[in-house]
């Protein structure tokens, strides 16, 4: 019994010191194409951007292809920012990570 007490103290206090994030921007764009943009920026600072467009395949330009680009900010958990930019389309997913 006493096993289970300190369990649930233990559950407690771990939820009162975790940190509360919020959403404290938030903007989003659907087309009817499929085209869309997004962005967000949560309370402890983390960002998300993506753009998305119908492009004519650099294989076949009769074929439409989605393009993707974006970027996103974040802290690790030695306190280090991040921020990461990418490219997503017929070509893969590209990503490139600069310390901030």
């Keep these: 019994m ?5 369990f649930a103290f233990v559950c ?4 009162c010191l975790a ?6 921007t ?4 659907m087309n009817v194409d499929g085209s869309y943009k997004f962005f ?16 004519a395949s650099a294989a076949d330009p009769e074929v439409q292809a989605i393009s993707v680009s974006g970027s996103y900010e ?3 958990n030695d306190g280090k920012r991040y921020l990461v ?3 997503a389309d017929e070509n893969g ?3 490139m990570v600069k310390q901030l």
């Design 19 to 24: 940190q509360d994030t919020s959403i404290v």
């Design 26 to 29: 938030d903007d989003k764009e």
């Design 74 to 76: 974040y802290t690790d």
């Design 40 to 55: 967000y920026e949560q309370s402890d600072g983390q960002k998300r951007e993506e753009t998305a467009e119908l492009k």
């Design 85 to 87: 930019t990418y490219t």
């Design 2 to 6: 006493k096993f289970v007490a300190v």
């Design 93 to 95: 997913y590209r990503p």
């Design 12 to 15: 407690l206090l771990g939820l």
